[in-house]
Nanobody, 127 residues
Framework: QVQLVENGGGLVQAGGSLRLSCAAS????????MGWFRQAPGKEHEFVAA????????YYADSVKDRFTISRDNAKNTVYLQMNSLKPEDTAVYYC????????????????????WGQGTQVTVSS
């Protein structure tokens, strides 16, 4: 099991930037593919971005492509989500998730694939 703690959320104006971080402990972080999801009020969980355990493969939802960047630092057991050009529709609680995998290059976009979840961090974008 991996324990995940997100940080970096907050209130930002449209067009601004935030950087979320997710620190992992427990089971070896380097054996886990990682993902970011979000949930806006009254809506389902939405996939945002994913990264393979090697960090060499990433994938983004169309809604955030070219604005958000997922990365990881295996030496620090941390995954990041750099969010630029934020829009009010990006307002949501953001969650990171971990999926143990043997594949160095595979990423996962289905929330049901993930084993462990953080508690979430609120991102609010004002217009």
């Amino acid at each position: 099991q991996v324990q995940l703690v997100e940080n970096g959320g907050g209130l930002v104006q449209a067009g601004g930037s935030l950087r979320l971080s997710c620190a992992a402990s427990g089971r070896t972080f380097v054996n886990s593919a990682m993902g970011w999801f979000r949930q806006a009020p009254g809506k389902e969980h939405e996939f945002v971005a994913a990264i393979s355990k090697s960090g060499g493969t990433t994938y983004y939802a169309d809604s955030v492509k070219d604005r958000f960047t997922i990365s990881r630092d295996n030496a620090k057991n941390t995954v990041y989500l750099q969010m630029n050009s934020l829009k009010p529709e990006d307002t949501a609680v953001y969650y990171c998730a971990a999926k143990q995998t043997y594949s160095g290059r595979r990423y996962y976009t289905d929330r049901n694939d993930y084993d462990d979840w953080g508690q979430g961090t609120q991102v609010t974008v004002s217009s």
